[in-house]
């Protein structure tokens, strides 16, 4: 059964994160640093992971709190979500991320010298090479799947803890993963604020790379350990 408010809710959570994430880089590295410096990073780091862990708690009990096309792919691939209501999310996440990067261009101009906050690839760290980038990508979105999965899913974890989890991850996955490929781990993400810059250069990498790693996570998690779970708290 089609649920389109849990697809409403996934485009205002998705443009939380590509509004106050793109919002936090500009006033980081543009108003107020001119650079990346570490306080930037953790502000970059601190919005990010804020601003999915309070959609999670918001939006969580009506749509699950997805706002990430890898992360919908993963629940679709482990059969928690049907293929129409799949499709509903990702196309209204990219849609969220699509108005999101729109408000940003459109209030705070300063937003360009930063491409409205888009990942622009690989950096020098890791030789600008997209294949480390791509790797990079999965490696982040294989541990934010494992988080979403293990805390939201397993019947044993320990409840009311998932959006702190979720959001913690995130900061980890930004503080990591911000110097080396920009820290995507979302397709929704990249996507809006490529669409307003006109910036595409790298752009499969975050596509792919989250894909495949939140993908292989949700398998491994859904297979290995809450599957069995969820016997345990059945018999």
């Not at 006033?27 to 601190?46: D, F, M």
């Not at 010298?113 to 690989?122: C, D, E, S």
């Not at 900061?171 to 307003?196: K, Q």
């Not at 790298?202 to 779970?229: C, D, E, Q, R, T």
Request: net charge positive.
């Amino acid at each position: 059964m089609v649920n389109p408010r849990a697809w409403f809710a996934e485009s205002i959570g998705t443009f939380c994160l590509v509004f106050f994430g793109p919002v936090a880089i500009t006033l980081s590295v543009v108003v107020l640093g001119g650079s990346l410096t570490p306080e930037g990073l953790l502000v970059i780091a601190l919005a990010h992971g804020a601003a999915i862990g309070l959609m999670v708690y918001t939006f969580g009990h009506v749509s699950g709190g997805h706002f990430n096309p890898a992360v919908t792919l993963s629940f679709l691939a482990t059969k928690r979500i049907d293929v129409k209501n799949a499709a509903g999310y990702i196309a209204f996440q990219l849609i969220g991320a699509v108005i999101a990067a729109a408000a940003n261009k459109a209030i705070l101009p300063a937003s360009e010298k930063v491409k409205y906050g888009v990942q622009t690839g690989p950096s020098a760290l890791i030789g600008s090479s997209a294949t480390a980038g791509f790797t990079v990508e999965a490696i982040l979105t294989f541990f934010l799947v494992t988080v979403i999965f293990m805390t939201v899913l397993h019947k044993k974890a320990a409840a009311g803890l998932y959006g702190f989890a979720i959001g913690g991850m995130i900061f980890l996955d930004h503080i990591v993963g911000v110097p080396l490929t920009g820290a995507s781990m979302n397709p929704a993400r990249t996507f809006g604020p490529a669409l307003i810059s006109g910036y595409w250069d790298y752009h499969w990498i975050y596509w792919a790379g989250p894909i495949v790693g939140g993908v292989i996570a949700g398998l491994i998690m859904n297979y290995v350990f809450i599957k069995k779970s969820e016997k345990e708290a059945s018999a």
